[in-house]
């Protein structure tokens, strides 16, 4: 079914003025080289240039032609990288830590979620879960309403979104107690566990590009893959934070598109699709965004909005820019869009 609306899946598409938004939710939030390789091939086939990384660590592919969707599901079904159907992809709303060793666990609590999640209750389709349980939880800041994690002792804790504690269970425990909060969760008639628990998020040290506890972790700007440095790359694991992480790789790739440098300012700048390929966007975002780069200040963030809505960076921004009928306004003050590429060092306080 194709829809007009949000959150957009490979089964349930949204519509936009460029085309179809496919989601792509690869299981355990990997690909093999296989499927990297296949995943670029057929990105290809449809004309895509890139592939976008998302905030829950997925994968997106924009601008696809509605008579092109079920040949796109057709390869992506033969790569493993599609559900059996539309109930049980929106179900399987789960996100784990990238940085998961072959024996802490991580997998097999996530295998065990995905096969007892048609045992759960119907949940809102945003409601999500995140398997954090790797040497110390990196994903508090990520959206996500149940949370399984270790504390510092190494105890598996279950974990309600915006709650400061959790509840010590083991890996036979885990699940069903992540089900009982579920259905707690339900009786309580919220959309999101925040609303219930409604704390600020833990503030996590940002993430950046260079070598890991597991590998290598390499950046892209605006989130966005180029489809044939997809092509070149082997397995690969999803991050919420427009990196990949390259598992088992201590030398960092030569390859077009991907930022290596942790101090490059594109890692601070977010900016969406912006217009014309945006309906709702009142104007062109990424070049505004792409030009004052350079001239951000060390350690500050940009946001350029192609509208009101803010979708690419729903958390404050030092600096943002949003696009309105009568131009650009900076943190709510108007502005004139070419001067804002002539005088980058004004916009940012300095010069």
Known sequence: MIVKGWCPGAWRPMMAEDGLILRIRPPEGRLSAAQTHGLAALAREEGQARISLTSRANLQMRGVRPERHEIVLRGLAELGLLDTDEATETARNIILTPFWQADDGTLKLARALAQALPEFPVLPGKFGFAIDTGARPVLGDVSADIRLE??????????????????????????????????????????????????????????????????????????????????????????????????????????????????????????????????????????????????????????????????????????????????????????????????????????
């Open 150 to 351: 270790r504390n510092a002792a190494g105890q598996l804790l279950v974990r309600a979104d915006g709650e400061q504690t959790g509840e010590e269970v083991t890996e036979a425990t885990a699940i069903p107690r992540m089900k009982a909060m579920a259905e707690w969760f339900l009786a309580q008639g919220g959309r999101r566990m925040r609303q219930l628990f409604p704390n600020q998020p833990a503030s996590m040290a940002p993430r950046v590009p260079g070598p890991c506890e597991a590998g290598m972790l390499v950046g892209f700007a605006f989130g966005e893959i180029p489809v044939e440095t997809l092509a070149r790359l082997g397995e690969i694991r999803l991050t919420p934070w427009r990196m990949v992480l390259l598992p088992g790789v201590q030398t960092p790739p030569a390859l077009p598109g991907i930022i290596l440098n942790p101090d490059d300012p594109m890692l601070r700048v977010f900016a969406c699709t912006g217009a014309p390929n945006c309906a709702e966007g009142f104007a062109p975002v990424r070049n505004v965004a792409a030009g004052l780069a350079a001239h951000l200040p060390e350690g500050k963030t940009l946001h350029v909005s192609g509208c009101a809505k803010g979708c690419a960076h729903p958390a404050p921004a030092d600096f943002t820019l949003v696009a309105g009928a009568g131009g650009f306004t900076l943190n709510g003050a108007g502005l004139d869009p070419a001067w804002l590429l002539r005088h980058p060092g004004r916009v940012f306080g300095t010069e």
